[in-house]
């Protein structure tokens, strides 16, 4: 079994994409026209990875995402579609 180190010994400070800040910007507006009210970027963020954590296949997705950025960076085309089962090829 895998241990999940504690929140307190991780780095919170994470660096994301633009894109993907982007797209947190986009779901606050969207809970401001609700709500009527501005919500912090951080509540945005925690409750869309909590959300995340709860899909049956985010660690595939996620995988598949890594996959992609590491192709982008390395010239290649950034077509991985069928990431996780080549990553789990011997």
């Not at 507006?29 to 409750?47: C, E, F, G, S, W």
């Not at 595939?60 to 192709?71: C, F, I, N």
Request: charged fraction near 25%; charge should be positive; avoid cysteine.
């Amino acid at each position: 079994m895998t241990s999940v180190p504690t929140a307190a010994a991780l780095e919170r400070r994470v660096r994301v994409s633009d894109e993907a800040f982007l797209a947190a910007v986009k779901i606050r507006a969207l809970v401001q026209r609700k709500t009527r009210m501005r919500p912090d970027m951080a509540i945005v963020i925690a409750a869309m990875l909590q959300r995340a954590a709860e899909l049956p296949d985010i660690a595939d997705a996620v995988a598949r995402h890594g996959l992609e950025v590491l192709a982008r960076q390395a010239g290649a085309p950034p077509s991985v579609s069928d990431a996780p089962a080549a990553a789990a090829s011997p």
